[in-house]
């Protein structure tokens, strides 16, 4: 049986050269090597091109060597997450490349099985497709992505063997599965190295075939940053948001699967009972995600896209990034209810960039809004400025084409049929001619009877 080497952290990133390409594990600091990067930062290499979905937090895992000036280059899905990181893109300090997160974590997954590059419908007719190679397949347009690779991949594993199988825990799983496959050079932390033959072979997650070196390195509560404590996640909603979130409940059936995007659509899972027959999907691998625990964090529990520590609903199930994205790729997740700054009348939806800004965090979506079976969009009706985010056409970067179905906001429901704008639905107090004076869009009125 194969022996894996054992290294200290002083020994794993000294391994580390400069100008090397890093591909680094984790969500948020979920799942994420930080005792690695720590040493990393200690080791002084430079010219590195940081590959993963956000930059650590501030002084944080991936946090840490940027403030040393390690990074030259990022390729990821969500540097917004990180203040600093998002600074270092606007003042040039670093460069970068964004990607949306299902097709950034096929590209590694397609790099670690020897595939040169594929073809996907997410991101089609948007700035993220500009300059790149496009083609129509069965009618549908798809962009080219070639695959990622790194000299070394940096990972965490909750438990390894001494012959280098891994196992992950929770939602820790996220990126460290696909990454362990695409490196030249695969460095695992592991919080617990067992003798080989300890781990059941069912459990197993990644073989040992990956793994060449092993580096035990317990986690501590405060490697976890924001997702350290369910407080950390803790936002007071105001009662329109909440108005609106329940209303959005109510577009449900038992039985669907359904994601919730980060920020309003979270507040959907607030009003959820186990009656109401829903499963919930999180991109960073989980199906059946519960309440917020009363207390505790991801030392306990697992995460949900937005970082926060949740519970797991009986029948619930952890998968790797690259699994989350197929299902949603696939057309395996019904329903997917995102926030937005623009919708317009022909159904396209805009929420993750506005003009004059750098284009540095869309995560994951493009894949959910060209994905789900369903969309549907729950905002505030009107920006800070009190204009219209329901236009007749969007101004702000696209998410995706013809794509929403229904919209929500505090004044009522919208939707789109037959390539229409219709409002079918006022909410609680609010007047049709309110709704007419506050939409800039045209369209339709054919209010429901309650």
Known sequence: MKSVPQLTLKQAAQLVKDGDTILVGGFGMTGNPTNLLHALARSGARDLTYVANNIGEPGLGGGRMLRNGQI???IGTFFTSNPEAADA?????IEFELLPQGTFVEAIRAGGAGIGGFYTPTAAGTKLA?????????????????????????IR???????????YRMTENNFNRAMATAADLVIV???????????????????????????EAPLHL???????????????????????????????????????GIGLPTLVADHMTPEHGITLHSENGMLGVGPAPEKGGALDFPVNASKI???????????????AFAMIRGGHVDVAIMGGLQVDESANLANWSVPGKPLIGVGGAMDLASGAKKLIVTMLHADRGGASKIVPACSMPLTARNAVDVVITELGVFRFEGQQLVL????????????????DATFIERLEKP
């Not at 003798?195 to 197993?204: F, K, S, V, Y």
């Not at 949740?310 to 952890?318: E, F, I, K, M, P």
């Open 424 to 439: 079918t639905e006022l909410m609680p107090d609010v007047s049709l001619d309110e709704a007419r004076m506050k939409t």
């Open 89 to 93: 893109v606007l003042n040039g300090s």
């Open 157 to 167: 594993a909750w438990q390894a063997d001494t012959a280098g199988n891994l196992v």
């Open 189 to 215: 932390e592991a919080e617990k190295i067992v003798p080989a033959g300890t781990l059941d072979p069912d459990q197993i997650h990644t073989p040992c075939c990956y793994a060449d070196y092993l580096v």
């Open 309 to 323: 520590p949740v519970t797991a609903l009986a029948g619930s199930s952890y998968f790797d990034s690259a699994a």
């Open 222 to 260: 405060e490697d976890l940053g924001t997702s350290a404590s369910i407080k950390g996640g803790y936002k007071k909603a105001s009662a329109a948001r909440m108005a609106i979130a329940k209303r959005a409940l109510a577009e449900l059936q038992p039985g669907e699967i359904v994601n919730l």
């Open 72 to 74: 030259r280059k990022a």
């Open 130 to 154: 500009e300059g790149r190679d496009t083609r129509s397949i069965e009618g549908k347009e798809y962009l080219f992505q070639p695959a990622l690779r790194g000299d070394v991949a940096l």
